[in-house]
């Protein structure tokens, strides 16, 4: 089993930036895909970004491709996800997860963090 704390969440202003953080601990992650995923209040779990672990390769939706950058540092067994040109629209919790598929359906996640609020005001 992985344990997956998020951090890094906060209020911004619209226009600002943010980076989020998601340390893993436990089993080995290396054989995952990781993800990021939003929960607005009334809404359902949407994908924001993946990242496969060992080679690194990255997938976003659209709604924030161009704006938001996830990375990982397998040193650190901590995944990022760096939130530039935030929209009162980017105001959710943020939970990281791990997969062993590659895929962006939360139902395909299967370890989650407690999640971390961010709150963009515009």
């Known amino acids: 089993q992985v344990q997956l704390v998020e951090s890094g969440g906060g209020l911004v202003q619209a226009g600002g930036s943010l980076r989020l953080s998601c340390a893993a601990s436990?089993?080995?992650?290396?054989?995952?895909?990781m993800g990021w995923f939003r929960q607005a209040p009334g809404k359902e779990r949407e994908f924001v970004a993946r990242?496969?672990?060992?080679?690194?390769?990255?997938y976003y939706a659209d709604s924030v491709k161009g704006r938001f950058t996830i990375s990982r540092d397998s040193a650190k067994n901590t995944m990022y996800l760096r939130m530039n040109s935030l929209k009162p629209e980017d105001t959710a919790v943020y939970y990281c997860?791990?997969?062993?598929?590659?895929?962006?359906?939360?139902?395909?996640?299967?370890?989650w963090g407690q999640g971390t609020q961010v709150t963009v005001s515009s």
């Open positions: 997860a791990t997969s062993v598929l590659l895929t962006t359906a939360p139902k395909g996640f299967n370890n």
């Open positions: 990242i496969v672990w060992i080679g690194g390769s990255t």
């Open positions: 436990g089993r080995t992650i290396s054989s995952y895909v």
